[in-house]
């Protein structure tokens, strides 16, 4: 069975500071990875996908993160965070099946502070 | 842009009572999927719905579990007789293709007493 570990439940940040959020999942075949965002009261939202090709995926408000296949990784990262990213991350997982099937992480909760 | 809508936005129930929630996927969308939140813990999946009928479903959505698409454009979601441990929000998503990235809705808060 697929599962999705983050490891960090709550990070805070002042803004302008670097972003990077773990996400490590288990399963032994071809996975498609996903980022989910849900800001306060709102709906989730992808912020980017990976389902092959180059590792290292760019996403919507200058997220990126990196499939490192090696570490079974995929971790989230921004370069300059505003207080505009404060919400909850979720890191999910698909085994690429005919049905679309997400297995979610925890989840990690960042607070920006102005 | 188009979206999943999700009503009510927070119900509250007695426990042993029946539930529907309700969501309307985007309107060219053909699968259709439930998932849940327990407060605290992982966004878990409950049910994919395609072509009126369930293609998949968890070892959660037990008998007491129901899916309908009862016109062209309502997703419910029936749990017959409640438990306190059904208390989750509850998050709609549909998708156009099998293979898109699915739109989820703003979730259901289900409280049972």
């Known amino acids: 069975a697929q599962s999705v570990s983050q490891h960090n439940h709550h990070v805070i940040l002042s803004e302008a500071a670097s972003l990077e959020l773990g996400c490590n999942y288990s399963?032994?075949?071809?996975?498609?990875l996903f980022w989910y965002v849900q800001y306060p009261g709102q709906h989730l939202q992808l912020l980017l996908k990976?389902?092959?090709?180059?590792?290292l995926v760019k996403g919507i408000k200058g997220f990126e993160a990196e499939f490192i296949k090696s570490k079974f990784s995929f971790n989230l990262r921004k370069p300059s965070v505003q207080w505009s990213d404060t919400a909850e991350y979720f890191c999910?997982?698909?085994?690429?099946?005919?049905?679309?099937?997400?297995?979610f992480g925890k989840g990690t909760l960042l607070t920006v502070n102005p | 842009e188009p979206e999943v809508t999700q009503t009510p936005s927070h119900q509250v129930t007695q426990m042993g009572q029946e539930v529907i929630l309700r969501c309307v996927p985007i309107s060219n969308h053909l699968y259709f999927y439930w998932y849940r939140q327990i407060l605290g813990q992982k966004v878990e999946f409950l049910v994919s719905f395609y072509n009126n009928e369930i293609s998949e479903k968890s070892e959660i959505f037990d008998d007491q579990f129901s899916v309908e698409r009862p016109d062209g454009s309502n997703f419910t979601l029936k749990i017959r007789s409640t438990k306190l441990e059904d208390s989750a929000m509850y998050f709609c998503?549909?998708?156009?293709?099998?293979?898109?990235?699915?739109?989820f809705g703003n979730g259901t808060r289900l409280t049972v007493t």
């Open positions: 998503a549909s998708s156009g293709q099998n293979d898109s990235p699915l739109h």
């Open positions: 999910a997982v698909n085994s690429g099946g005919s049905n679309y099937k997400l297995t």
């Open positions: 399963y032994g075949g071809t996975v498609n």
């Open positions: 990976y389902f092959s090709g180059d590792p």
